[in-house]
């Protein structure tokens, strides 16, 4: 059997690291390949897994394997409460563009154009995957896999297609942009094709972006206040498609 720690030394220039024990959770959950999964402590491990994640505990329990806890900590930038790291095989590029342009999509691809932050990157893909939307696309040099992005994500770019492209590389579908100039959403279907772009945090939708755009959309918000939180403006444009007829998984 191949030690777990040489596996992980061997691996964790190539793979994303899974951070927690939920991180790991949600990975599984969406079909994410594993190659090497440890823990400090085992019993707790699956103690969480039998509280919260029974539809895997199975597949944890012949994963994880049980590290001293100073190797655990060194084998992570810094150790996380629940003692559990796991590393993923990150999808092919190919993969998801395929995703991504599939013709026959029933859900939105969310764009974010240029953003800088890297907790708000995580928290829109983690509301991709809760709203099944079918994928999170990135413009400009912000890397969506990057160990902070997943971190925020908790796990969950696997249950979505996660990539960077440029603007000309978008997925087809009517694009309709997120901007406080814009048409109010209240009065708007977002259909299931749509492709919805954010602006990024510092100077909101770039050139290029606004010349592709069919339409311009506005969140409800007071004339005194100058714009909402990007990952919240995601938030609140996924409810509205979703309670205006849009599909959610069940
Ligand atoms: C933090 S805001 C950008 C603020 C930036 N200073 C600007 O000049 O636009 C990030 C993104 O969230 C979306 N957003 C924020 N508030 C919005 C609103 N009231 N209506 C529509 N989109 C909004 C837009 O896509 C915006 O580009």
């Known amino acids: 059997m191949t030690d777990p720690v040489d596996a992980w030394r061997r691996l964790a220039g190539a793979c994303v690291l899974l951070d927690g024990f939920h991180a790991l959770k949600h990975a599984v959950r ?73 013709t026959a999509r029933r859900a939105p691809v969310v764009v974010l154009d240029e953003p800088r932050n890297l907790g708000n990157a995580g928290a829109v893909i983690r509301l991709a995957a809760g709203f099944g939307a079918a994928g999170v696309v990135t ?14 994500g908790a796990g969950l770019h696997f249950a979505t297609a996660v990539e960077r ?13 997120l901007d406080p100039e814009g048409e109010d959403i209240r009065g708007l279907k977002l259909p299931d094709d749509a492709v919805l772009a954010f602006g990024s945090e510092r100077s909101g939708l770039s050139a290029g972006l606004r010349v592709r755009a069919d339409h311009l959309v506005a969140l409800p918000m007071r004339p005194q206040v100058s714009s909402y939180n990007l990952a919240t403006s995601v938030a609140m444009t996924l409810y509205h498609w979703s309670a205006t007829g849009g599909a959610v998984p069940s």
């Open 30 to 102: 969406f079909g994410a390949e594993v190659p090497v999964a440890v823990t400090a402590d085992r019993r707790a491990a699956l103690a969480l897994a039998d509280e919260l994640a029974p539809d895997v505990r199975g597949t944890l329990d012949a994963l994880l394997a049980e590290v001293p806890p100073g190797t655990y900590a060194s084998l992570v930038p810094r150790p996380h409460p629940t003692a559990v790291a796991a590393l993923a095989v990150r999808p092919s590029r190919q993969a998801n563009v395929r995703a991504l342009t599939d």
């Open 139 to 152: 413009t400009g040099t912000l890397d969506p896999w990057h160990p902070t992005v997943v971190r925020g």
């Open 165 to 177: 492209l440029t603007v000309d590389e978008l997925p087809r579908g009517p694009l309709f942009a």
